[in-house]
């Protein structure tokens, strides 16, 4: 089966398809999360000047403040000097995730309004921005640990089931012992000692993640490597390596990808459930997991709960359609 029948398979399975749709158009979106959601202005004309307030910084002083600090933007002064002497471009919503705004008419957090269309958090930051910005966080996040621990993952399956004997032992041992140290209590120990970061994060849930793939690749590389094609390639003086990856790596991966969807979910949830506990990101992040948490504290904010539930439960139930429809294009039984 070619890669165009397997896409209209795909294609089939109506749900999968609109999931995937969705899922791109969603983070594709989310990458321009500067240009939608930004507390500085896409473009400013100054005294017959243009200026790039998004992309190079400019003090107050600059545009006829007091201080040479950074520009408020949103500052009626400042406003009104740009516009005595030009015009400026805003975003779409004029918040960036971490932006408070001071100017509420109601503690924090407030409930919806023209200004703030899903209402602030606790902090009075935007809710919208935040959840723009967090969902590229954790899509990314996701897809880093998804690839790296897949990789990683694969590898040492094939190395154990071509090898097999003393390698495939030793290893199997090691799996078992490392499964079953308790994750949690190493984090909790990790997070207290250091300041979690996105790449420090990412490497701590990537020592306990790699294991997700290696059984499987592990029995296919035990099944295929007595094969009469790899037998024969051996005979022939075709290096170990080769035949691991050229011949039968392609077989193993048939399994791999239909888990691939399904572990970018497992990411997301893992990353939103550390920050929701106190253990992953900073707060000067953009989490999803933060959210959660202030959703929980927040009850009396109902539009808080309500509005990460929708978004974390859309993003997962997306991957999770994907990845069924994925099984479905490589499940023999069904395209027979």
């Not at 592990?218 to 003086?237: C, D, P, S």
Request: hydrophobic residues 50%; neutral net charge; glycine residues 8%.
């Amino acid at each position: 089966m070619n890669m165009g029948e397997k896409i209209k398979i795909f294609k089939k399975n109506t749900k999968a398809y609109v999931a995937f749709i969705l899922f791109v158009f969603v983070f594709v979106l989310s990458l321009f999360s500067e240009l939608i959601s930004n507390d500085k202005p896409l473009i400013v004309k100054y005294k017959n000047n243009f200026y790039f307030p998004i992309i190079f910084n400019y003090n107050d002083d600059f545009w006829g403040g007091d201080f040479p600090t950074p520009a408020d933007y949103h500052d009626e002064y400042i406003q009104n000097n740009i516009k005595n002497n030009g015009w400026m471009i805003m975003p779409i919503i004029p918040y960036s995730y971490n932006t408070v705004d001071y100017r509420l008419s109601k503690s924090a957090p407030s409930a919806p309004d023209k200004s703030h269309w899903l209402g602030t958090d606790e902090e009075g930051r935007d809710i919208v921005a935040r959840l723009l910005y967090g969902i590229r966080l954790s899509v990314c996040f996701a897809f880093l640990l998804t690839l790296i621990s897949s990789v990683l993952g694969i590898f040492i399956g094939a190395v154990q089931g071509y090898f097999g004997g003393k390698t495939d032992l030793i290893f199997q041992r090691f799996i078992e012992v490392w499964d079953s140290l308790p994750q949690l209590f190493i984090l909790i120990i990790i997070s207290s000692v250091f300041l979690p970061t996105f790449w420090s994060l990412l490497f701590i849930l990537l020592l306990f993640s790699w294991t997700g793939l290696t059984g499987m690749v592990r029995a296919e590389f035990l099944r295929t490597r007595n094969f009469e094609y790899v037998k024969a390639a051996q005979v022939m003086g075709v290096g170990n390596f080769r035949i691991m990856f050229r011949h039968i790596l392609p077989n193993a991966l048939v399994t791999s990808v239909t888990f691939i969807p399904f572990i970018m979910a497992e990411s997301i949830t893992a990353l939103s459930a550390l920050d929701f506990l106190g253990l992953g990101l900073p707060q000067d992040y953009p989490s999803l997991g933060d959210l959660v948490r202030q959703g929980k504290d927040n009850l009396y904010a109902p539009w808080i709960g309500v509005s990460i539930f929708v978004v974390l439960s859309g993003l997962l139930s997306m991957l999770i359609f994907i990845g069924e429809g994925v099984r479905d294009v490589f499940d023999t039984r069904k395209n027979n």
